[in-house]
């Protein structure tokens, strides 16, 4: 079993890096419904290994000069503060009703990035951030919303990020793609300390997931700045929504 785990992830991580969107969602619904891993510790191993495929990816993405610096770091440290107040949150939620959320979440994801990347690309060609004041509000907006959903559903929330930064900075779609990932980092490592004190994170399957993920992640982002704008619009929509679909009909 150990090694198909570790196979499986290593597509999941390919998916991840490549879209940079829906690999944490897929990975919980092979958690829950191939594998039978229970809801609460599939979403807290997830998020832990989340770290790791994240750090993976983030340094292809830099090398790739697919990242916003100044963005990310500001997205994510309020992002952490989001996540780490969400795993308390999700430990009051049952089992059944956490997956009917989680999938839910995973198909609005989807929806959500259709719609905006349907916005003609002219409206994604300005690069230049926010400044002052506006620039912290939006990224304390930005942040502590998707931090909190990452937090208590363990999906990572990469498309309401994308989203995110796609409208409030202006980002083009591939910026948006790497710099979702770096901004995902300290979200998961803040993520998995609080289902790591809960108790929810399976240290064995851990590895697994972080051994295939992490190698997918980094050879998935090289292709990132390369793929055609389509291909990449349907990996971000697609992947979510098929994660949901599969822990709906488990």
Same mark, same amino acid.
């Given at each position: 079993m150990? +090694? @198909?785990v570790l196979l499986t992830m290593l597509v999941m991580g390919l998916i991840l890096g490549f879209a940079g969107t829906g690999g944490s969602g897929f990975i919980i619904a092979l958690l829950i419904t191939v594998f039978h891993v229970p809801v609460h510790a599939a979403l807290g191993t997830s998020v832990a290994a989340m770290v790791f495929t994240m750090l993976s990816g983030t340094v292809s993405h830099l090398r790739e000069k697919n990242v916003s610096l100044r963005a990310g770091a500001a997205v994510g440290l309020f992002g952490a503060a989001g996540a780490y107040a969400g795993t308390f949150a999700a430990r009051l939620i049952p089992a059944d009703a956490l997956v009917v959320w989680t999938a839910s979440m995973l198909f609005l994801s989807g929806v959500l990035i259709w719609?905006?990347? #349907? +916005?003609?690309?002219?409206?994604?060609t300005n690069h230049e951030l926010p400044a002052g004041s506006r620039f912290w509000v939006l990224a304390a907006i930005a942040g502590l919303i998707t931090g909190g959903l990452s937090g208590m559903f363990g999906i990572g929330s990469t498309p309401f990020i994308q989203l995110a930064l796609m409208i409030l900075f202006r980002m083009p779609l591939r910026l948006a793609v790497g710099t979702t990932m770096m901004v995902i980092l300290p979200i998961a490592f803040f993520g998995g300390i609080g289902y790591f004190q809960a108790g929810y994170i399976d240290a064995a399957l851990l590895v697994q997931v972080v051994a295939g993920t992490m $190698?997918?992640?980094? $050879?998935?982002? #090289?292709? @990132? %700045?390369? !793929?055609p704008r389509a291909l990449l619009? !349907?990996? +971000? $929509? %697609? @992947?979510p929504? !098929? %994660? %949901?679909l599969i822990m709906l009909l488990r």
């Open positions: 150990a +090694m @198909t719609v905006r990347t #349907k +916005m003609p690309a002219s409206a994604e $190698i997918g992640s980094y $050879i998935g982002a #090289k292709f @990132t %700045g390369r !793929a619009r !349907a990996a +971000m $929509i %697609g @992947t929504i !098929a %994660g %949901g």
